[in-house]
C-alpha cells in the first residue's frame, strides 16, 4: 500500500460556534472546499466515508451525500472516523477498485447542539469510579506517569504552552491569547493534574481532504502528499488491560507505521498528535520513540517541540489551542505544511510528516504523509 494513494484537496471551515447549522450542512461546506482546492467537481467523487459527529449527531454517509448531491459508487460510515481511520479506509478502497477518488469528510455541531460529553468512559464501574469524562482516566493516567518517572506539572505544562505558541500563527485557530509557563501553572486544576489548557474545549467546525490513487495524484493543481505509511491496532479489552491507562499498545501502531513507510522516528520532519487531552502527546512522544519511555516530562522541557524546536509538534496549535474536531485538523495542517503553505508557522523544507490518533483507551492508528512517493 506504501505510496499508492495521495491526498490532493483539503478543505476547512471556520472553527468555534457555527449556530443555526447542522453537522451534516458543515460537512458539506468542508467537502466543497475540498473540492476547489483540489480543482474537481462533486461529480468527480465516486467515494465517500463520513464520519459520526459528537455522540451520534450527524455524519452519516446517505444523509451528507444527499445533501451534497452525489452517488457514488462507494460510501460508509465509520462510528469513530478520526482522521487517520477514514484515511486508511479511503486509501484501502482506492486499492480494491471500490472508487477512484473519496471525500473523507467531518462536520460538528456539538458546541452550539450543547452536546453532553460527561458520559461514562469504557466500562467496569467507569461512572461510579468518576470516569464521566475523558479527562478523568486521562489524569490518572497523568498522576502514573509522575509516580513512575518523577514527571512535574511544569514539565508537561510545554505541551499546552508550546501549542498555543503555534496556535497564535495560526488564523484558523480559536485560542489565540498569550499562554506562558506561569500562567498555566497559576491556574487551578481542572481534574487533578490537568488544568484547564490541558483538555480540549468543544467546538463547531468542519474538514474534508480528497483521496485519489497516486498515479492520478500528479494531475492536480497542488501538490499530493503521497501516503507512505499507515498502521492501526486495537487494545478492546479496555479497562480489564493491565496497565490500560498508560496505553503501551501505541507502541505497537509505531512499530507498524515505521515499518509500512520503511522508515523511523528520525526520519519525520513534523509530527501531529491528537490531543484531546495533552496526556495523549505525553504518550506518544515515547511510545513513538522521539525519546524513552519516562523521558517525556524531560524532553518537553528542553523545548524541541516550540516553534524553531528540532520536533514541530502540532503546528496547528492542536485540539488544545485550535479546535476540537476529533483530530481531523492535524492531518489537513500536516498536508498544508508538505505543500508549504502555512505562513509563519511553515516548518522549513518539510518533506515528512506523521498523524498519530487514538480512539480513548481501545483503538491506535498512525499515518506518514510525504512530498514523494517515496
Known amino acids: 500500500m506504501s505510496g499508492k494513494a495521495a491526498l490532493v484537496g483539503v478543505g476547512t471551515t471556520a472553527q468555534g460556534e457555527l449556530p443555526g447549522r447542522t453537522a451534516d450542512e458543515v460537512a458539506v461546506d468542508a467537502i466543497s472546499l475540498a473540492l476547489g482546492d483540489s480543482g474537481l467537481d462533486k461529480s468527480d467523487i465516486d467515494g465517500l466515508i463520513t464520519c459520526k459527529s459528537g455522540l451520534g449527531v450527524g455524519g452519516i454517509d446517505t444523509n451528507v451525500g444527499a445533501?451534497?448531491?452525489?452517488?457514488?459508487?462507494?460510501?460508509?460510515?465509520?462510528?469513530?472516523?478520526?482522521?487517520?481511520?477514514?484515511?486508511?479506509?479511503?486509501?484501502?478502497?482506492?486499492?480494491?477498485?471500490?472508487?477512484?477518488?473519496?471525500?473523507?469528510?467531518?462536520?460538528?455541531?456539538?458546541?452550539?447542539?450543547?452536546?453532553?460529553?460527561?458520559?461514562a468512559q469504557g466500562v467496569d464501574l467507569a461512572a461510579a469510579s468518576g470516569f464521566v469524562h475523558i479527562a478523568g482516566p486521562a489524569g490518572m493516567a497523568l498522576q502514573r506517569h509522575k509516580y513512575l518517572y518523577g514527571t512535574t506539572d511544569e514539565q508537561f505544562g510545554h505541551i499546552a504552552v508550546a501549542q498555543r505558541q503555534w496556535a497564535r500563527m495560526n488564523p484558523l485557530a480559536i485560542f489565540q491569547a498569550p499562554l506562558t509557563m506561569d500562567d498555566y501553572l497559576a491556574k487551578p486544576y481542572l481534574v487533578e493534574p490537568l488544568r484547564r489548557d490541558d483538555v480540549t474545549m468543544i467546538s463547531d467546525?468542519?474538514?474534508?481532504?480528497?483521496?485519489?490513487?497516486?498515479?492520478?495524484a500528479a494531475d492536480f493543481p497542488k501538490a499530493p502528499a503521497y501516503v507512505l505509511g499507515m498502521a492501526e491496532t486495537t487494545a478492546l479489552d479496555g479497562a480489564r488491560a493491565r496497565d490500560n491507562l498508560m496505553r503501551p499498545?501505541?507502541?505497537?501502531?509505531?512499530?507498524?507505521?515505521?515499518?509500512?513507510?520503511?522508515?523511523?522516528?528520525?526520519?519525520?520532519?513534523?509530527?501531529?498528535?491528537?490531543?484531546?487531552?495533552?496526556?495523549?502527546?505525553?504518550?506518544?512522544?515515547e511510545y513513538y520513540g522521539f525519546c524513552e519511555v519516562g523521558g517525556g516530562g524531560r524532553f518537553l522541557a528542553e523545548g524541541h517541540t516550540y516553534p524553531g524546536g528540532r520536533l514541530p509538534l502540532n503546528t496547528n496549535g492542536g485540539q488544545l489551542s485550535e479546535s476540537y474536531m476529533w483530530g481531523w485538523l492535524h492531518l489537513c495542517e500536516a498536508v498544508r505544511q508538505l505543500r508549504g503553505e502555512c505562513g509563519d508557522r511553515q516548518v522549513p523544507d518539510l518533506e515528512v510528516a506523521m498523524y498519530c490518533s487514538t480512539m480513548t483507551f481501545t483503538k491506535g492508528a498512525a499515518s506518514?504523509?510525504?512530498?514523494?512517493?517515496r
Open 67 to 119: 445533501l451534497l448531491g452525489i452517488h457514488p459508487r462507494y460510501s460508509a460510515t465509520l462510528d469513530y472516523g478520526t482522521c487517520n481511520f477514514s484515511l486508511h479506509l479511503a486509501a484501502m478502497a482506492i486499492q480494491a477498485g471500490l472508487a477512484s477518488t473519496v471525500a473523507i469528510a467531518y462536520g460538528a455541531t456539538q458546541r452550539s447542539d450543547k452536546v453532553n460529553f460527561a458520559v
Open 368 to 373: 506518514i504523509i510525504s512530498t514523494s512517493k
Open 205 to 216: 467546525g468542519g474538514a474534508a481532504l480528497i483521496v485519489t490513487s497516486a498515479d492520478r
Open 249 to 285: 499498545w501505541l507502541a505497537e501502531v509505531a512499530r507498524d507505521v515505521y515499518a509500512s513507510a520503511g522508515m523511523a522516528a528520525a526520519d519525520i520532519g513534523a509530527l501531529y498528535i491528537q490531543d484531546p487531552t495533552a496526556v495523549w502527546v505525553l504518550q506518544m512522544l
